[in-house]
């Protein structure tokens, strides 16, 4: 099995929540078969300032995540509170976006 690891951009912010997210991040991994690939995941912050957070695009509160390695994967991913996530393939995904736009 690959070692895979869950890094969070910026480190120091709410490190509180960080077992939290990295619980439901690895959740999503072992769900989607997509994701069985990926060795690492980037948690990006929204603006420097929470984790979770909702916008326009997607209104349910959500961390999002790169998932480096993943097969057939185009960008980011929202992981939601439960672990569930909105995963589109490289086919449908839009071009990447600023995070302050995610």
Known sequence: ???FNVNFN??????????NITL???????RYPELKD?????????????WW???PDDTRLHVTVLYKGAKG???RVHV????????KSEAEAPA???EEEV
């Open 73 to 75: 994967i185009k960008g």
């Open 10 to 19: 910026p480190g120091g912010l709410r490190t509180s929540e960080q077992q």
């Open 80 to 87: 939601y509170e439960d672990g569930s996530t909105n995963i």
């Open 1 to 3: 099995m690959t070692t």
């Open 53 to 55: 957070h909702a916008n």
């Open 96 to 98: 990447p976006k600023n």
């Open 38 to 50: 990926s060795y690492l995941a980037e948690v990006y912050s929204d603006r420097q300032e929470v």
């Open 24 to 30: 439901q991040v690895t959740r999503a991994r072992a």
